[in-house]
Every structure is written in structure tokens, then in C-alpha cells.
């Protein structure tokens, strides 16, 4: 664990933030709980559900989990010296735009349909990935190119807050690359669309991705707790 | 009754069987030509010309099929599965006002539901209107509880039809012909299961109606439903007294007459059928066939009289008489519809076995041959050079698996062109995380190579849309765009020139690509006589655009001249490396140098032959495939820099080369190819000649379909080498070259197996003809094709030098 902090510039050396199992689950139950909420809103009070109505239910799912993810995840932000909560905060909004554009790009560059038709979907979907994704690292680590590098580019995660941010992100990426395996099949269901099976996919690594975490920090925290003693 | 067909069909497929009477076989490749009309000869056709009246409601597959056959006609669409009731509604608001009308003959009612029946009870009352009417109902194919249907599985091939006639049987059948017991009928209601043939229903339907039997029909009039329809069914068996035997001998009688014409009409077909063949019956079956149906026609002719003249004898001689006849006609159509479905339904599977086993061998040569050089070489494929599977090696088999497994579905193999984008800018995304983790920031290699994925992507759906019947422009663009730019002159001008404009950028590259690489000798001259051949294409280009200014009208003569000029240009200079490689031994030691003169020399003399065969596309595509696999090249050299300083550890990703033979693919269907061979570009053979030779022709297509997606990234795989290598040793540099190809060739084999087998195993899917079968012979030919040339490289670029590995590739 030492000798992987090294790479970190020194202005950055301020101790990661102590997070407990407990912690974390609790932060990940919010965030799970916040898109259980907008599924449910959009099913009951709107009577829209992701396959009828992908695009109005996708833009409920971002913009009711945007402010619990930022919140949550702003609280653990590090180098807490230079850069206040609201700092944070106003840094997973920016990111927010800028990973939606990263992703939509890579959505269409991987087959999503071009066209008006689909064009408010993708950008609801790409909100969603971004919010999933890169949000949560951007509130946390701001600029710091290392730690992006470490946790995107090598997927090394490190202490526990490294755990909540990586897994359930790779979990969505990894999740909404599957997703898109059925698009092309004849069975004519209504659900093949884009982005209907890729969003299932998405938020199925997603809430896979959390668990993983949870059950790493678990393990981690049993296993520092034997060697200590 | 159940109703079963031989092998299997669906929808508009479905409907080409029950009408045409015959097998679904090879014929239906001819699906594969892109035409959706029938244009054998079938029931409806024969309807129309017997003076019949056919009105048709209800699935508008059949307005595809039989475009001006119907009297009237209610087509409803039927794209969309789940709505069930746009198609029946319609249906039935039509189908009850036109039973009341006295103004067809035959109605056909396409419903997608079940319920018809509901519907037709109402209207089954007898003495009505409808008493003379005969009813069918019957699925055109059966389905899987999870509503699955297009395979071979026996829920899929069976389904059911429900024949109704309002007649009161006046007579009886023996009960001889009845082949299935007939259930017992309770509640007074003639009630009978059995079973027939697909094959049968066209046969039957035309002798009910009185009509000629379908000229391609080998099926059998059923005794059952030509009993029902004809009003003579009856389930008390046989009885006794004279009066019904009277007209029982009637019916026999008639019915014989009926299998007279059947037999005579079979008779015909395989007499057609095997003098137009190539391979045919043989001519054992032929005599057995001819021999059954001398037999039968000899005993008809010596009964007839006996039956007119001795029309009032005694039942007892009459009737045998009738039942051998029929008996033998009976024989005749059996043998020939088991003949017929041997010969054209029945798979070879030993030497399906034996293809199998050669392919899985050469696969095991491969890997051994791999393992083999890696070794002795010290090659490693992941730039960390420890001996477990890299990522890089895993992706790559991951990749490769995933575009074998899904040549499982028919969906997956109409959009290969979409699923090997897909997986290609999925290794270009895992390439972008490669380049970060080294700390080597490709960021604006990959999102160029993202972009001209993309681009072919969208050129991809285009072409795909084009290849399904009915297409519409207006659906993806829309109508103002289409409008504006047939409007304006100044777009159309713009799309003729900009193919020249790229040309002219091709002819810069080239031209950058050997001043600058100090390139000497021959290699330059080759180079340069490749930009003659650009400029001639543009010139050609340009003087077809201003065809109508006098000063250009060269004639036939002028515009065959310049292909053929550029022909000759692209032989001569394949000649000349030839010779060059025969007689000259390189005297520089800067071996990279020299392996890169060689393959821009090769790659521009065979690129000038293609792009004039590809058309205004070609510089396009060209562009695009030079940018792409210059960012593969790129990225492939994140690895080679970041770790190995002069260590001597040389390291091939074979992710790289995954991703150059994906590539490939992307451009096969960029080119508005397809695995069909409607998809085949017939104009391309003709472009510098007029008139058809055999040989001549198909190397050009050959070359057309192939050129961009097989010759050119063969040829260029020494770039994925050349470029990427600090060390000039030329034993390291040989080594990896025939790594490289033996990957390539690994990967092609691979592809090639996984098709074998998906199509083995679908081999009585409703696709096979269509689409299996076409897939299946575009990737044998380009896996002869990819051998015959990996040989030809490895003999052009080794040359000299010992090469141990071309023995593997020409097994």
C-alpha cells in the first residue's frame, strides 16, 4: 500500500478519508434505494416504465440520483485542504456534461443509432453512464490524473473509498457492454431497442459493481483486523 | 390433421412450399438473389390463369410474393409481432362482407391470431350459403412454447390444418385409405385426424379446384382431403350393397384419373429437372422411377376400356382392378417424393465429418506452429513477459470466440458488418485504456479510429438497408434532405468530384510515402507507376461526368480503354516486384527499410486495380482503411516502446492483429458487400469489358469483393512489424513477420470452423438456403483465398531466407 502512494504528487498526500464496511454500505444502499425511488416514480406516479417510455424514465433515473450520488460521494472527497464540499459538488455537476459527452460518444461509436428519433435517449443514457461512472470519481478526486490513471487504466483501487468508485463503475461500463448483445436478434421484442437493454445491463453491473464493493471492503476490513492483531 | 413438412419454413418461405408443391432446397438460394417474388410456377399463378378469382386479407408478406395475382387484395402490415390485432381486425371487418359476396372463387385470409375459428363458427351452418364452400384452416408453420419457430425441431415443423366441407358425404372410401385411424365420432360429427405432407397440399388443392398441377410440384394428391373436398367421405366403412358400390367405383374412379394426371405431371418434372441438371439423380433411381411408371401407365391404358365397356358388370371385378391402378400411381408418387427428398434434404455426414476434421487439424497445426516460434524466438505476446495469458491474449480470444458464436444466429450473420464494428471499437476503447496505463497518451489515435469506425458503421446500415426488400430512403432521411440534394446541381456535382479529390489524396500519400522513405530502385518506379494509374482513373471519372461535351465522346473503345490501361499498369508492375524478387539480392542490411519498400510497392500496384473496380466508393473506403490501420499500427505500438529497451524480448500483441483482420471484415461490407450473392457487385466484372468470359470475369470479381477485405490487409500485414520495431536484425524481424501471418491464418481458420459448424448444426433451419449456405461458401472461398495468399506473401517477402513456416500455411 506504501509504495503505491508514492506516485501521488505531494500536495496530495493528506490521508484518504477512514471509511468503514459500515460506511460504505450505507453509501451504497443510498444510491441503490435513490434509483429503486426513480424506478418507482416513474412506474407509479407516471405510469411510465424503462420499455415503454426509455427516454422520459431514463432522464428521471439521472436527475433524481444526481444529487444523492454527488452528495454522498462529494463527503469523501480528498486533499479536503484545498477544496471545500461545495468545490466538490460543483466539480461531479462539470463532470457530470463532460462524461455524458465522453460516453454518448463511445455509445455511437460502438452502434448506437444516429438520428433525431433516438437523439433524446442518447443523451439521457449517456447522463445516466456518466452519473454511474465518472461522476462519483470526479467528486472524490477532482483533477489528479494519477489517481484517474490508477483506478480507470489499471483498475487498482487502493483504500475503500478506491473500491466504491471503481467497481460499481466497471460494473456499469462492463454491464451496459453486454446489455447491447441482444440488440440485434430477431425475437421483436419491444425491449431490444436502443437504449432499453443497454440501460438494463447498465444499472444490472451497477448494482452488481456495489455489492462487489461492499463485499471487497468487508474482506479487507477482516483480513487488516487479524494482521493488526 | 397434422401437417408436417420435410425439412422446415417460415412466413414467406412457408408460403412458397404450400404453393409450389415442391421441396425447399437449393432453389430457395435463389431467395438470395434479392428477388421476394415466387417466380416458379405455383397454385396461385395457376388460379390466376385457369380464370379463378382469388382475394387475399390479411399478412402483406403475400403481396411480396405474388404482386399481381389477386383479384382483390387487404394488405395489412405485419412488421410488428406483438400487435396481433392490426392484422386480424382488418381481417375480420373484411372477411365476413366478402363471404356474403358471390365475387371469388378461392378467399384467402392470412390471420396471425387464432381466432378465425371463433369467426368462422358463426358461419358454419349448413344449407347456407356457404354449402358448396370447402374450408381449410392450417398454420403455414408451427412454433416452440416460447415462441421460437425457423428450426428443425418438430414443434417448429408441425403444425396443423383443418379441412371443412359442408357437403353431406354421400359415399364412402375403403377404409384402406384412410391412413390413420379415424377417430370415433362422437356427437354424430365427422371428425378425423391424420396427417400429410407439406408437399402434398399444392398437389390436392389443384385437382379439388380442377386446376393444372404446378409445373414444380412432386407432391401426391391426398386420398383424405381429395375425399372431403370432392364430397365422398364417409367413415362406415365399406358396405355392401350395389348401389353405393356404384359410387364409391365412381370416385375410385375419378380418383385414379386424378393420379393419372399427378403421375404424369411428376413424371415430366424429374424428366426436366435431370436433363437441365448438372447433377441430377442417377441414373439408377432414374430407370427405377421410369421403370414404376411404365408399369403403372401400361395397366391404365389396358384398363380404361375394360372400365367403359364393362361398366355394368359386377362390382367385384371392377373394383380391384381400381385399387391395383391406384395402388401403383400411389407407388410411383412415393418413390419419387422419397427419391426427391435424399437426394435434395439429406446431408452428407461423413464427409461432413471428414471437412471437420481437416479443419480442426489445421487449427492444431496452427496453434502448434505458434507456440513452436514463440518459443525458440523468445517472442512473448504481452509486453509484461511473464508467461501467463496476457490481457491482450485473452481479448483477442475473446473477441475471436464472440464472432464465432455468433455465427450460431441467422440475426447475427445478417448484421455482421454491425456486431465486427462493434467489436472493433471495443478493442479500440481497450487500446485507449492500454495507452493510458503506459502513460503514453494515444488519445487522438483512438478517437480517429473510433470516428472511422463509425463512418463505416453508418455506410454499413446503408448498405444493410438496401439488401432488405422494400426499402425506403425516406425512412432514415428525411424527405427535404433527399429533395435538396437531387434539387441542387451543385450537390450532385459534389458527389461526382469528391472521389477524384480523394484520389488525388491517395496519390499524395503514395507519393509522400516514397520520397520520404528514401525508397530506391525499383520499389520507387513501381510507386510511380501506380500514380499514373490514379490519374488515369480520375481522368476516366471526370470525362464520364462530362459525357455530354463533344470534345470527350471517346466512344465503347474510350471507356473499356483506361480500365484495361490500368489492368495492364497493375500486372506489369506485379511482374516486375516478381522478377525484382526472382533475380536481385538485396545488398542493404536495413531490413525494415526494405520490408516496408516491398509492401508499399505491393499494396500500390494491386490498390489502383481495385479501386477502379470498386467505383466512385473505392478512394473513399481506401482513405478510410489506410487511416485505420495506421491507428491499429499506432496502438499496437503502445506495448513495443513502453517496456522492451534492447532487452532482446520482442513482443507481437495479437490483439493487433485481431483487430487488422476485423478490419477487414468492416471494409468487406463497407464496400456494400454481403454474405449473399445478390450481394456480389456483377457490375464490377464488367467494368473494361464488354462481353462475358468465364475466367476473366470472375477473377475480377474475385478481386472486387475481396480486394479490400482479404489481398490489401494480407499484403500489408508487415506494416504491424515494420513500424513498430527499433531493432533492424533481420533473423527478429522474420520471425514476427511469420507470427503475424500465422495468426492472421489462425484467426481466418478459426472463423471459418465456427461457421462450418453453426451451419452443420443448423443444416435444417429455414435459413440454410438462404443465408446459412450463402455465408458458409463466402467464407470457404475466403479462406482458400487467405491461404493461397498468405503463401504468395510469405514467398514475396521471405524470398531468400530460409522459411520454415510456409509449409504449415499451404496444408
New interface residues.
Given amino acids: 500500500m506504501k509504495h503505491k502512494r508514492q506516485g501521488r504528487p505531494a500536495g496530495l498526500e493528506a490521508p484518504l478519508a477512514l471509511v468503514s464496511a459500515a460506511e460504505a454500505f450505507i453509501v451504497h444502499l443510498i444510491c441503490a434505494v435513490g434509483l429503486a425511488v426513480s424506478l418507482w416514480v416513474a412506474h407509479n406516479l407516471l405510469f411510465n416504465s424503462l420499455i415503454s417510455h426509455p427516454s422520459q424514465t431514463l432522464f428521471l433515473i439521472w436527475v433524481i440520483e444526481c444529487p444523492v450520488v454527488i452528495l454522498l460521494y462529494s463527503h469523501y472527497r480528498q486533499n479536503r485542504q484545498q477544496s471545500s464540499y461545495l468545490r466538490a459538488v460543483g466539480r461531479g455537476m462539470l463532470t457530470l456534461l463532460a462524461g455524458a459527452l465522453v460516453s454518448a460518444f463511445a455509445a455511437i461509436a460502438l452502434g448506437a443509432p444516429v438520428g433525431a428519433k433516438y437523439l433524446s435517449s442518447t443523451i439521457n443514457w449517456s447522463m445516466m453512464m456518466s452519473l454511474f461512472a465518472v461522476v462519483p470519481a470526479a467528486s472524490v478526486f477532482g483533477s489528479s490524473w494519477t489517481d484517474w490513471q490508477r483506478l480507470f487504466a489499471c483498475t487498482k483501487p487502493v483504500g475503500t473509498v478506491d473500491y466504491m468508485i471503481c467497481l460499481p463503475a466497471h460494473g456499469a461500463i462492463i454491464g451496459s457492454w453486454f446489455g447491447a448483445w441482444p440488440m440485434p436478434l430477431d425475437w421483436e421484442r419491444p425491449w431490444q431497442e436502443w437504449p432499453i437493454c443497454v440501460s438494463f445491463g447498465a444499472i444490472a453491473g451497477y448494482l452488481i459493481g456495489m455489492v462487489a464493493s461492499f463485499g471487497f471492503v468487508l474482506v479487507r476490513g477482516i483480513l487488516q483486523h487479524t494482521k493488526s492483531d | 390433421m397434422h401437417f408436417s413438412h420435410p425439412t422446415d419454413i417460415v412466413a414467406s418461405l412457408g408460403f412458397q412450399g404450400i404453393t409450389t408443391g415442391g421441396l425447399p432446397t437449393f432453389i430457395d438460394v435463389g431467395n438470395s438473389f434479392g428477388a421476394p417474388a415466387i417466380t416458379e410456377d405455383n397454385l396461385l399463378h395457376q388460379l390466376v390463369q385457369n380464370g379463378k378469382r382469388v382475394v387475399m386479407m390479411g399478412d402483406d408478406t403475400w403481396m411480396q410474393l405474388f404482386p399481381h395475382h389477386f383479384e382483390r387484395s387487404y394488405p395489412f402490415p405485419s412488421f ?3 400487435d396481433l390485432d392490426t392484422v386480424d381486425n382488418g381481417c375480420i371487418d373484411h372477411l365476413i362482407p366478402s363471404l356474403y359476396q358471390e365475387d371469388w372463387d378461392v378467399l384467402i385470409a392470412h390471420f396471425l391470431g387464432v381466432k378465425v375459428i371463433e369467426v368462422l363458427k358463426s358461419q358454419s351452418e349448413t344449407g347456407g350459403l356457404h354449402e358448396n364452400t370447402f374450408l381449410l384452416v392450417m398454420g403455414d408453420h408451427g412454433q416452440t412454447i416460447n415462441g421460437d419457430h425457423g428450426g428443425g425441431g418438430p414443434e417448429e415443423v408441425e403444425t396443423s390444418i383443418f379441412a371443412m366441407s359442408f357437403k353431406q358425404p354421400p359415399s364412402s372410401i375403403p377404409s384402406k385409405y384412410n391412413t390413420l385411424s379415424g377417430e370415433s365420432d362422437l356427437d354424430k360429427k365427422n371428425l378425423r385426424i391424420s396427417s400429410i405432407q407439406q408437399l402434398d397440399f399444392a398437389a390436392t388443392i389443384s385437382a379439388l379446384l380442377g386446376i393444372p398441377f404446378p409445373f414444380g410440384s412432386i407432391g401426391h394428391v391426398n386420398p383424405e382431403l381429395y375425399a372431403l373436398g370432392a364430397g365422398t367421405l364417409n367413415f362406415k366403412g365399406v358396405v355392401e350393397n350395389c348401389e353405393n358400390q356404384s359410387k364409391l367405383e365412381e370416385w375410385m374412379l375419378n380418383y385414379a384419373n386424378v393420379l393419372c394426371m399427378n403421375s404424369w405431371q411428376v413424371k415430366r418434372y424429374i424428366d426436366v429437372y435431370s436433363a437441365s441438371s448438372v447433377i441430377g439423380f442417377s441414373s439408377e433411381d432414374l430407370f427405377h422411377i421410369a421403370d414404376l411408371y411404365a408399369q403403372a401407365a401400361e395397366k391404365w391404358v389396358s384398363h380404361t376400356k375394360n372400365f367403359f365397356t364393362y361398366k355394368n358388370e359386377s362390382c367385384n371385378t371392377v373394383l380391384p382392378a381400381l385399387e391395383r391402378q391406384i395402388d401403383a400411381y400411389s407407388n410411383f408418387l412415393a418413390s419419387v417424393a422419397e427419391l426427391a427428398r435424399s437426394k435434395w434434404t439429406e446431408f452428407n455426414l461423413k464427409l461432413m465429418a471428414i471437412g471437420f476434421g481437416i479443419m480442426f487439424l489445421s487449427i492444431c497445426i496452427h496453434i502448434l506452429a505458434i507456440t513452436k516460434v514463440k518459443r525458440q524466438n523468445a517472442i512473448s505476446f504481452s509486453a509484461s513477459g511473464d508467461s501467463g495469458i496476457s490481457f491482450g491474449l485473452f481479448l483477442a480470444c475473446f473477441i475471436v470466440a464472440i464472432r464465432a458464436c455468433s455465427f450460431l ?4 450473420i ?2 455482421e458488418g ?2 465486427a ?2 467489436l472493433l ?2 478493442s ?2 481497450v487500446k485507449l ?2 495507452s ?2 503506459k ?1 503514453k497518451k494515444m488519445v487522438l489515435e483512438v478517437i480517429v479510429f ?2 472511422v ?2 463512418i463505416c ?2 455506410t454499413i446500415e446503408v448498405g444493410l438497408s438496401k439488401q432488405t426488400p422494400g426499402f425506403d430512403f425516406s425512412k ?1 432521411y428525411p424527405s427535404w434532405m433527399l429533395r435538396s440534394t437531387y434539387g441542387l446541381p451543385v450537390l450532385s456535382f459534389i458527389t461526382e468530384i469528391v472521389p477524384v479529390i480523394f484520389l488525388m489524396l491517395l496519390a499524395i500519400f503514395l507519393y509522400k510515402a516514397i520520397s520520404s522513405g528514401c525508397s530506391e530502385g525499383l520499389c520507387k518506379y513501381v510507386a510511380m507507376g501506380s500514380i499514373l494509374s490514379y490519374m488515369l482513373i480520375a481522368f476516366h471519372w471526370v470525362s464520364e461526368i462530362n459525357i455530354l461535351s463533344p470534345g470527350w465522346v471517346l466512344g465503347g473503345i474510350g471507356r473499356n480503354l483506361v480500365p484495361r490501361i490500368i489492368y495492364a499498369i497493375g500486372f506489369a508492375q506485379l511482374s516486375l516486384l516478381m522478377f525484382h524478387q526472382l533475380f536481385n539480392r538485396e545488398k542493404s542490411f536495413d531490413w525494415k527499410k526494405i520490408l516496408v519498400d516491398k509492401t508499399v510497392a505491393v499494396l500500390s500496384s494491386c490498390s489502383s486495380t481495385i479501386i477502379i473496380l470498386l467505383g466512385k466508393q473505392g478512394p473513399l473506403v481506401s482513405v478510410a482503411a489506410i487511416i485505420g490501420g495506421y491507428c491499429i499500427m499506432r496502438l499496437g505500438d503502445i506495448k513495443h516502446d513502453a517496456n522492451n529497451k534492447g532487452t532482446g524480448n520482442s513482443t507481437i500483441d495479437p490483439l493487433t492483429v485481431t483487430q487488422w483482420s476485423i478490419l477487414g471484415v468492416c471494409l468487406f461490407f463497407c464496400t456494400g458487400h454481403w454474405c449473399a450473392f445478390d450481394g456480389l457487385r456483377y457490375g464490377a466484372a464488367f467494368i473494361g469489358f464488354d462481353e462475358f468470359v468465364l475466367v476473366r470475369q470472375a477473377i475480377l470479381l474475385t478481386i472486387d469483393t475481396f480486394g479490400l477485405s482479404l489481398i490489401l490487409p494480407i499484403f500489408g500485414l508487415p506494416f504491424l512489424v515494420a513500424c513498430c520495431r527499433t531493432e533492424y536484425r533481420k533473423h527478429v524481424i522474420f520471425t514476427q513477420l511469420s507470427l503475424v501471418y500465422l495468426l492472421y491464418g489462425l484467426i481466418m481458420a478459426t472463423t471459418v470452423t465456427a461457421t462450418m459448424v453453426c451451419v452443420a448444426i443448423h443444416r435444417r433451419h429455414l435459413m440454410v438456403w438462404g443465408l446459412f449456405a450463402p455465408k458458409f461458401v463466402f467464407d470457404v472461398v475466403g479462406l482458400v483465398l487467405t491461404d493461397f495468399l498468405i503463401c504468395l506473401a510469405s514467398l514475396y517477402y521471405f524470398g531468400h531466407n530460409s522459411t520454415p513456416q510456409k509449409q504449415i500455411d499451404e496444408k
Fill in positions: 410488428n409481432v406483438k444466429s441467422n440475426s447475427y445478417l448484421e454491425k456486431v464494428s462493434f471499437a471495443t479500440g476503447i485504456r492500454d493510458i496505463k502513460k473510433l470516428l469506425i463509425t458503421r453508418l432514415f
